[in-house]
């Protein structure tokens, strides 16, 4: 038996998600595959969602160009933009969509509207679609107020660009308690006021709990993977990923012993500990603490003593029917990631997205 470490990612779940997202969005929603799609395969999860899809978004270059090596032809949002004038060229060749936060990205953009070609000849470039960033309060990244129009004219003005989409982004969606989701999408209306263009704002807390903010393109992120970024979900989404391996030891530990790193368990009862092939190499998080959920063959279980680089271990006191080859679910279906991310002091975005070295499968393809 090889190391039974595994995620299997559900690409059915992963389209009816992204369906909830365009019926609550309305309009046209890119999928976000970032970061290895959030840690479930990026190349994977758009072959899962083609064909369903207006487009998708990842960071940065690299990024798209793996989408694009795989074959994927839909529409491509670079958020991070350029970040030079080579990149910028290679993106107009892709026709990927490039976000533009600052000047120099307009320059970059007119500077590649005539390419060399193998002759030496100069020969007009392929038309670029430019998305451009607004900031309208998260003070990251994007242009500020009168700014924006500049922008806007100054793109016009580059021949090669075709198209012009004009987008901000949240800071504070996922507080729905928050006034400053309201002061952006004011900011974003004032700033963006008359221009001729399609317009983003939401990512999915904003798909999830501000009407306001809908308005031609959702972004949809974290939701298309099952978590619902607000602290009281409304959104019915289904897990994508289930993060699973088996107990591959047993063994007693009698009141007073200690088990693991740092002896930070210690049996208060006598204490039968499942040790389980996952570590934090693989991307559990290792400050999860005592108490932490799994599921041990389908029924709720505990993390006990400090996670491994390789292994973790749990508590089987109470499942005196598990053992050796017994099935641990850390997260997927019957362990929310959220509650994992809680207990860890993070979020499901962090722990899905260090997920690695556990082999992939996929299912609903
Ligand atoms: C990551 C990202 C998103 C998606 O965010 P979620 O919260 O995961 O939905 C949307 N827009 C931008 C600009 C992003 O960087």
Partial sequence: MSRPAHARIDLGALRRNYDTARRIHGGQVLAVLKADAYGHGAVACAQGLAGLVDGYAVAFLDE????????IEEPILVLEGAFDADETRVAAARSLWLAVHRREQIEWIAAAARVRTAGGATVPAAGMHAWLKV???MHRAGFIGDEVRAAYEALRACGNVTGISLMTHLARADESASDMTAAQIRAFDAATQGLAAPRSVCNSAGMAAWPDARRDWGRAGVMLYGVDPMDSPTLALEPVMTLHSRVFAVRDVDVGHAVGYGARFVARRPTRVGLVALGYADGYPRNAPEGTPVAIDGRPGQLIGRVSMDM???DLTEHPQAGIGSAVELW????????VA???GTIPYEILSNVKRVTRSYVGG
């Fill in 312 to 314: 973790l271990t749990v």
């Fill in 342 to 344: 809680r207990a860890a």
């Fill in 64 to 71: 798209a160009l793996v989408l694009r090596q795989a074959g």
């Fill in 135 to 137: 900031d309208s309060g």
């Fill in 332 to 339: 997927g279906s019957q362990v929310p990631v959220a509650e």
